[in-house]
Every structure is written in structure tokens, then in C-alpha cells.
């Protein structure tokens, strides 16, 4: 390091700061993670994962006993299966699974077409027409 030239890039920067020393990177830096993780984020992940419930260590152990059947016990309550398919709550929920369900169609495309016709005309009366009923410009 003391024996060599500096590069082009080193000698430009010494040139406007004179007191800076410029370090080249080493590669064990490059070689670590960008992103450290917090104790609060690898906590947050880890409940994710369910808990080995058959792992070979707590099935010989008899002071985790009770707390392993409890366990057992409410993975063993879970629902199995899929999950049963929601049904429509209020005149939207309804809709959308009536016409977006399983078998989706474009009748909502035309629908809004039809609405969007209507209220057209409902402004083009409102601001316009409702002047020609009696007489004309």
C-alpha cells in the first residue's frame, strides 16, 4: 500500500482535498450483508414459523410434556382444508361475487357504460334541455 501510485480517481481527489486519506475498500466489506436486521424484525419473522411439534428432542422430554400436548392440541383444531368461499355481504358484496365470482363476465363493463349513458343525459337535461320543453332558443 505504501509502495504503490495512487489511481487517477485518488489523485484527483487529493488534489482538491489535500488532507483526505483514501482507504480502497477491502473485500471482506463488500462480502457482508447490505441490510442488518434488528432483534425486533428477526422477532417479527419468527412468528411465522410454527413450532416443530414433533421434533425428536421434546418427544423424550417430559417437563415440556404438558406444554407440547397443548400445542398438539390447537394445531389439531385448526380447520382443514380450503377455506370455505365468503359470501356476499350487502348489495356490493353481492354483486361482485354474482358477476366477478368463479365466472367473471363483462357485464359489469356494460353496466357502467349504461350508467355513464344515463347520467350524461341526466346533466344534458338538467343544464340544457329542460329550457327547450316550452319553447325553443
Do not use: C, W
Request: hydrophobic share 35%.
Amino acid at each position: 500500500m505504501l509502495g504503490e501510485q495512487p489511481s487517477a480517481a485518488e489523485s484527483r481527489i487529493r488534489s482538491f482535498l489535500p488532507n483526505l486519506t483514501v482507504d480502497p475498500i477491502s473485500p471482506h466489506r463488500l462480502a457482508r450483508p447490505a441490510v442488518k436486521m434488528s432483534f425486533i424484525q428477526k422477532r417479527g419473522l419468527s412468528t411465522l414459523i410454527p413450532p416443530k411439534i414433533a421434533s425428536p428432542s421434546v418427544i423424550g422430554a417430559s417437563p415440556n410434556a404438558v406444554r407440547m400436548q397443548k400445542v398438539v392440541s390447537f394445531y389439531e383444531k385448526l380447520p382443514r382444508g380450503p377455506a370455505p368461499e365468503p359470501a356476499g355481504k350487502g348489495l356490493l358484496g353481492r354483486y361482485q361475487k354474482k358477476y366477478m365470482g368463479k365466472n367473471p363476465s363483462a357485464r359489469p363493463l356494460v353496466h357502467v357504460i349504461g350508467f355513464l349513458i344515463a347520467l350524461g343525459y341526466a346533466q344534458n337535461y338538467y343544464f340544457h334541455l329542460r329550457h327547450h320543453k316550452n319553447n325553443t332558443h
